[in-house]
């Protein structure tokens, strides 16, 4: 019988190393996610080009292209075309939507093909390191739940509403990685590389750390994919064993929600039930707000993850959102918004023809796990953004590859060479991309540094990008005054705020406009901010404008409203 012992070393230490990129704390602007993207993006280019530079074998079965890999593609094509029809305005905000897009072609081209070359083998791979990176997110999440005095630099501190995430920026992740974590042990556990009893207690306590989290969306795929195992339990005799335990997981699942929300009277109790939290409503505003605004420009879109814009038209439309909405909680969504419903509508049509191939296909029980993995992170992409992140794209994507390997889906067969190019010109742009980024985030830090008066050096120099010009653009205006700035570089900050709004960025720009002279610029712009903006902070950034105003009766010229 196989056991975990048995695995080639190689595979081990690749997980291990994609395992990192849920584990490493860094979440800062002015890309939160870099650091983690950036990693497993070199880990999966890694993994790739063993998969596409080994020696061919009798079992090789070639790449193909099939409608999902097509659909990525496209994707990846159609943030280039808006920025050549200047609907985006940055190239390097077109390269890194077209970076993302061809990695997640690529991550479901290698899944498929490895699959059907060495059946299992990316399973154990990615399984194992999501399985390695759900228990250290849970360490790290009982360390916060129980307030340990754990260092700050490696460990997130915990929010004031209490509810645990890990290094994961958002509880809801947390949720979606230790689900996953849940999978990767059943996929050990149907290959006989660990016990039953291992399983269960595995699987348990995943299930009370996904409970701590407090996330719906978690919740809601959690049970998705249990009611799932149990109806195939009684449909197929392969999951007939498993039936009891998938049932105790179902009733444990109560138990745990009860015994973490419960007061007992300690500090560990939420700060607010599950159940309690009014952000459906929100989110009913938004997919209202944001399929008007598809619908009013529905061939083209507004441009390729530029949420503020969407936003923007439907305020237009007489839709006023409770804050800043980047993205609309949906992913088909997001894409109608981006590039135009004809192209979700192409999305749509990949997904369901993926899913009638697996359900009309042979049964296999590692594509039924799969298609479990798969399931947990689409459930989350219908009602969050796991798919903003390449550490959850690229394991989503290489997912739904392997579901497909065997599977009568029409395809195309591509040339080795053609993949290995596309191979080498994402690795290059992955260097390019993060030479880049590391220069701006120091330079970043600098700004913020001053802006919190630590320190008294601070080097107001801006690097010079090769590729993410956005983030230059707005660097040259944070870090700028209405003399040294020209009409140019005004322009260009003006852009790279509304493709990264924020509350200090947006009042810089209405103080630059100003000081240049531009009234009705600095007004658009204070409209625009009480619009993205919410709450406290809105009514924080009229305060400080009335504050200018007494200082400099400039400043009286234009009114922010609360």
């Known amino acids: 019988m196989p ?42 280019c890694l993994v790739a080009a063993v998969v596409v530079f080994r020696r061919q074998t009798g079992g090789f079965r070639g790449f193909y292209l099939d409608p999902m890999v097509a659909v990525l593609l496209l994707l990846a094509v159609l943030p280039v075309v808006q920025w050549g029809l200047g609907v985006v305005h940055f190239s390097g905000h077109a390269a890194v939507g077209f970076g993302y897009f061809s990695a997640a072609a690529l991550a479901c081209l290698i899944g498929r093909t490895w699959e059907q070359s060495d059946p299992g083998k990316p399973g154990d791979f990615l399984f194992l390191a999501l399985l390695l990176a759900a228990l250290g997110t849970s360490w790290l999440m009982l360390a916060q739940w129980l307030r340990l005095d754990v260092n700050d630099v490696w460990v997130n501190p915990l929010p004031s509403w209490g509810r645990p995430y890990g290094n994961l920026v958002q509880p809801n992740n947390a949720a979606t990685l230790l689900i996953l974590g849940m999978v990767s042990l059943f996929w050990f556990a149907v290959q006989g590389r660990i016990g039953k009893v291992v399983w269960g207690v595995g699987s348990a306590y995943l299930l009370f750390l996904v409970v701590l989290t407090g996330s719906r969306s978690g919740y809601l795929s959690l049970l998705v994919v249990t009611l799932l195992g149990l109806f195939m339990g009684w449909r197929r005799a392969e999951f007939r064993p498993w039936r009891g335990a998938f049932a105790l997981l179902l009733g444990l699942f109560p ?46 879109g507004y441009g390729f993850e530029q949420g503020a814009v969407t936003q923007l038209a439907s305020a237009a439309l007489g839709h006023q959102l409770p804050g800043l909405f980047t993205w609309a909680h949906n992913a088909f969504l997001d894409l109608a918004t981006w590039f135009g419903i004809p192209v979700a509508l192409l999305a749509m049509a990949a997904v369901a023809v993926s899913l009638v191939a697996v359900l009309r296909g042979p049964f296999d029980m590692k594509r039924a796990v799969y298609f479990a993995g798969t399931c947990v992170v689409f459930l989350h992409g219908m009602v969050e953004l796991p798919l903003a992140y390449a550490y959850f794209l690229l394991p989503a994507s290489l997912m739904a590859g392997a579901m497909l390997a065997g599977l009568k889906v029409f395809a195309l067969p591509l040339p080795r060479a053609g993949v290995a190019t596309v191979l080498v010109g994402l690795i290059a742009m992955l260097g390019v991309i993060t030479h880049d980024y590391l220069q701006i985030e120091s330079a970043f830090y600098t700004w913020r540094f ?72 600095a007004q658009r712009t204070a409209d625009m901010g009480r619009l993205l903006t919410q709450g406290k902070e809105r009514k924080a950034l009229a305060a400080r404008w009335r504050y200018l105003g007494t200082q400099d009766p400039a400043f009286l010229a234009v009114v922010w409203r609360e």
């Open 255 to 300: 138990l745990f929600v009860f015994l973490v929300t419960r007061d007992w009277g300690g500090e560990t109790a939420f700060a607010q039930q599950p159940f309690e939290r009014n952000l459906t409503s929100a989110r009913l505003l938004v997919y209202r707000a944001y399929l008007e605004a598809a619908w009013a420009s529905p061939w083209l």
């Open 450 to 521: 001053k802006q919190a008066n630590v320190g008294r050096n601070h080097p107001m120099d801006v690097p010079d990008t090769l590729l993410l010009n956005q983030a230059e653009a707005l660097l040259v205006g944070l870090r700028g005054t209405p003399e040294s700035m020209t009409g140019d570089s005004l322009r260009e900050f003006e852009q790279a705020v509304f493709l990264e709004p924020s509350a200090a960025a947006l009042q810089h720009l209405a103080e630059l406009q100003l000081g240049r002279g531009d009234i009705a610029a």
């Open 3 to 44: 056991t975990m012992s048995k695995l080639p070393i190689w595979t081990p230490l690749a997980s291990i190393l994609l395992a990192l990129a849920w584990l490493l704390p860094n979440a800062s602007p002015p890309w939160p996610a870099f650091h983690k993207d950036a990693w497993s993006a070199f880990v999966f």
